[in-house]
């Protein structure tokens, strides 16, 4: 195993799926609580806003120096399919009310789909980078960047 900075991709992308791990065990422990409706929608808005920016950042900078270096179509094109319906889900999440009774669930399955998609990139994808030819700091230090781009957009599109 090669030495990792703190900033290198395969670091910085292991903290965000540790950070929302958080965030969906907080949304459960909220959700057992039986706590209301705004602290719900706010931190499922916080989920949905955090998984955004996450996957722009993969998607626009991650994916397509992963399919080079590593020369493997599938598994990137996989991984952009979860993306796909991990936006399906959080527009779902966003367009009900914490009120209504699906919404919870909405959450619930998106965890469960992120899950996957974390092991996946985890367990596959993020070794295979450490072998590869590419800056991995360097990258890191972009999908940081534009990570934090996207969020601004989210915060300042209110949403």
């Known amino acids: 195993m090669t030495h990792r900075n703190a900033t290198d991709a395969v670091s910085v992308l292991t903290a965000d799926h540790e950070s929302v791990r958080r965030l969906f065990s907080e949304f459960e422990e909220l959700v057992a609580a039986h706590a209301g409706d705004a602290a719900r929608r706010a931190l499922a808005e916080l989920i949905c806003n955090t998984l955004t920016a996450h996957a722009a950042a993969e998607e626009e900078l991650l994916y ?7 020369e493997d179509d599938f598994r990137i094109d996989q991984a952009e399919g979860e993306h796909e319906d991990m936006r399906t889900l959080i527009r779902q999440v966003r367009s009900l009310g914490a009120a209504d009774g ?3 669930a909405l959450v619930a399955m998106l965890a469960s789909v992120v ?3 974390v092991r996946q990139e985890e367990s596959d994808l993020f070794p295979r980078l ?24 989210l ?4 949403g």
């Open 64 to 70: 397509p120096a992963a399919r080079d270096a590593l």
């Open 102 to 104: 699906r919404h919870d």
């Open 115 to 117: 899950a996957a998609h």
């Open 130 to 153: 450490e072998f590869t030819s590419l800056d991995l700091d360097r990258l890191g230090e972009q999908l940081v960047r534009r990570r934090t781009e996207a969020l601004l957009l």
């Open 155 to 158: 915060a300042k599109a209110g």
